[in-house]
């Protein structure tokens, strides 16, 4: 690589920091949950040493500060794989794919984030992001109105896809250009508070779905939350009224753990913000529209295919004995309740290891010598290497789907058949998702070989 290129991994540290500025200043909120995150994760730190000691083996304490994810809608094949190419420039690939339309929200989507253990420790932002599904709209008028002004519009400046195109034909950009891109990049993400269209127009686009309206009716992809990671989610969700934020009544995901897994998560509502629609005599007509909310998230260690159909069909189990929304008045029933299915799924980090339910990264103890084998289980018994769980990347469906309903009101929700079409994704993307599972199985593979080979033994 050309010695005067910025790496992939500092331009996303970048731009991860520029975002969070902006959407400090724009939404101060986000400010107070930073504060509130920080405040419960130095105390967790300070009460749990031993989880303390376990982030500082796995480097992951040292990205806790930085780590945060954000959602973004976009209406157009076209709009997604520019996105894909801006995002490339940073380092982040778009892995997994997500269908939403059984909850009710007319979008699919995928996650552009960091694949590599190192460039995740350099950076682990990631950017949830949803395609508008037209073609689940059945009003054929109000689909190609809809079609028209997403068509009219340009989500990212000439500048930016330049230094796209730049990046892409050399290789890199050097630290001014790649300075440019960050600045440049952000402007997609802004809030506008003027709509692109008549309030009349938007209210027909809201009466389908919110989230169209959402879409169809601004400048661009504003980001719509920024989700910093806490060690403690329970207190978190408790602190969040005493601080004056009204969080979403149930955390979405896994019940509280000793060994946490994958991801479990908490919103607070939408606000409510002033936006000028184009008045029919040409002038600002004044309104407002609710999109943008709070979150934060707990992770836990990844779970492998095994371990993750053991998760769904608990989680299944759960809500089949809850059915229907969960809300303030049974929240308390649904989470003793999902403690309960959840006691068949192991606790412990040796026997989700044993099992082969969850991954994990492989370390070297220090005890010197020559081993006799190259089995792992062996050698962990004989104390050459030890292993550490390995931290979830990605995100859940059934989880993404409460909080897309939590905070687009759950009045007049529209009903669509389950309707994945990873392919049609996969088109407008331009490039196919990467496997999060094999991503998993390359670090938990890699830690391995760099174990084994520097104990001097041959991989079996
Ligand atoms: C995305 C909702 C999903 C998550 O953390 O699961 C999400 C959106 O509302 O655009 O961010
Ligand atoms: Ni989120």
């Known amino acids: 690589m050309n010695q005067n290129f910025v790496s992939p991994d500092q331009i996303r540290a970048w731009f991860s920091r520029a975002m969070s500025d902006m959407y400090k200043s724009e939404v101060p909120l986000y400010d107070t949950l930073l504060d509130l995150v920080a405040q419960v994760n130095a105390k967790t730190l300070a009460e749990q040493p031993e989880l303390a000691a376990q982030l500082a083996r796995t480097g992951e304490i040292e990205r806790l500060d930085i780590e945060r994810h954000g ?28 269908d939403l339309s059984p909850a009710g929200v007319p979008v699919h989507s995928t996650a552009f984030r960091a694949t590599h253990e190192q460039a995740l420790q350099a950076s682990p932002f990631r950017v949830f992001t949803s395609l508008l599904r037209l073609e689940l709209i059945d009003d054929a008028a109000l689909r190609e109105k809809a079609a028209r002004i997403l068509a009219a519009r340009r989500i990212f400046t000439p500048r930016a896809l330049e230094l796209a195109a730049r990046f892409e034909a050399e290789g890199g950009l050097d630290e001014a250009c790649a300075r440019e891109f960050v600045a440049e990049a952000l402007h997609t993400f802004r809030w506008h508070g003027e709509a692109t269209v008549s309030l009349q127009d938007y209210q027909e686009l809201h009466g ?68 000028s629609f184009i008045g029919a005599d040409g002038r600002a007509a004044p309104g407002s529209h609710t999109a943008r909310f709070g979150e934060i998230e707990q ?53 989700l290891h044993a099992q082969g339910l969850a991954y994990f990264r492989y370390y070297l103890t220090g005890k010197t010598g020559a081993p006799a084998s190259a089995d792992a289980q062996a050698l962990i018994e004989q104390g050459y290497i030890r292993y550490e769980p390995l931290v979830y990347e990605d995100f859940l469906p059934v989880s993404a789907a409460g909080i897309f309903q939590s905070n687009l009101g759950d009045k007049g929700q529209a009903e669509y058949a389950q309707n994945a079409s990873q392919a049609a994704f996969e088109q407008a993307l331009g490039a196919p998702v990467l496997d999060e599972l094999a991503l998993y199985q390359d670090t938990q593979d890699r830690s391995l070989a760099a174990c084994l080979q520097a104990l001097g033994v041959q991989a079996g």
């Open 71 to 98: 959602a973004i809608r976009v209406g157009t094949a076209e709009e997604l794989s520019n996105m894909r190419r801006v995002f490339a420039v940073m380092g982040m690939q778009p892995v997994g794919y997500y």
């Open 208 to 275: 389908q779905h919110r989230l169209i309206a959402d879409v169809v009716a601004f400048k661009g992809p504003h980001i719509n939350h920024l989700t910093p990671r806490t060690l403690d989610i329970d207190e978190a969700q408790a602190e969040m009224p005493r601080r004056g934020v009204a969080a979403k009544a149930v955390i979405e995901g896994p019940p509280p753990r000793k060994c946490p897994m994958l991801l479990r998560q908490t919103s607070f509502k939408a606000l409510e913000e002033a936006v």
């Open 299 to 351: 992770r836990g260690v990844a779970l492998t295919r095994k371990g993750r159909a053991l998760y769904d069909h608990l989680l299944d189990l759960a809500r089949s004995r809850n059915p229907g929304a969960t809300n303030e008045s049974n929240a308390a029933a649904y989470m003793q309740n999902l403690q309960d299915c959840f006691a068949a799924f192991p606790d412990d980090y040796s026997e």
